[in-house]
T-cell receptor, first 114, second 112 residues
Framework: QQPVQSPQAVILREGEDAVINCSSSKALYSVHWYRQKHGEAPVFLMILLKGGEQKGHDKISASFNEKKQQSSLYLTASQLSYSGTYFCGTEEENSGGSNYKLTFGKGTLLTVNP | DTAVSQTPKYLVTQMGNDKSIKCEQNLGHDTMYWYKQDSKKFLKIMFSYNNKELIINETVPNRFSPKSPDKAHLNLHINSLELGDSAVYFC???????????FGPGTRLTVT
């Protein structure tokens, strides 16, 4: 089941913050976040496992609420290099484990302007 | 050193032809994938192999056939190409199924 991402697109000025949301109608084992710049391959950002953890990496962090089947990606003090399409990928739970399949959302296009 | 490489980078061909895309990873990973990204940027899993064994086979036409000769290689053969097959095809690999995935640069397939 494809997760739903919101918003579809967001435009920021350098230094502003953004939140990208990802939600699923299925019980999740994990949520993955990737960024893809135009004409390039997707690049891994982080994985969040069920357990409601939060992760951070520089000024990009994420949370995962397994009860709500939702994850959010937080970008603070955005930089020009943050521009790109952000994809969440969800791994559904299967008998307490994973179904070993990553299903990506439609992506959120983030544009950071000077 | 390129971690995940694909050849060719671009492929332009006519409807009805058969073509192959090759993928190699030098990361020592056990799992490899093929994804299709359409013009709307929708990234969809097609196949996944773990230790040369097919573990995910999504609802993909039979014209698409993956082959994994060894853990470092995963090729995609497409028969009787159709206009709707035009897309960017990405190969990826990870240490274990659905761990952090490393994507290749993509192969842009255009069917005319």
């Amino acid at each position: 089941q494809q997760p739903v991402q919101s918003p579809q697109a967001v435009i920021l000025r350098e230094g502003e913050d953004a939140v990208i949301n990802c939600s699923s109608s299925k019980a999740l084992y994990s949520v993955h976040w990737y960024r893809q710049k135009h004409g390039e391959a997707p690049v891994f950002l982080m994985i969040l496992l069920k357990g409601g953890e939060q992760k951070g990496h520089d000024k990009i962090s994420a949370s995962f609420n397994e009860k709500k089947q939702q994850s959010s990606l937080y970008l603070t003090a955005s930089q020009l290099s943050y521009s790109g399409t952000y994809f969440c990928g969800t791994e559904e739970e299967n008998s307490g484990g994973s179904n070993y399949k990553l299903t990506f959302g439609k992506g959120t296009l983030l544009t950071v302007n000077p | 050193d390129t971690a995940v490489s694909q050849t060719p980078k671009y492929l332009v061909t006519q409807m009805g032809n058969d073509k192959s895309i090759k993928c190699e990873q030098n990361l020592g990973h056990d799992t490899m994938y093929w994804y299709k990204q359409d013009s709307k940027k929708f990234l969809k899993i097609m196949f996944s192999y773990n230790n040369k064994e097919l573990i995910i086979n999504e609802t993909v036409p039979n014209r698409f056939s993956p082959k994994s000769p060894d853990k470092a290689h995963l090729n995609l053969h497409i028969n009787s190409l159709e206009l709707g097959d035009s897309a960017v095809y990405f190969c990826a690999s990870s240490q274990l199924p659905t761990y952090e995935q490393y994507f290749g640069p993509g192969t842009r397939l255009t069917v005319t």
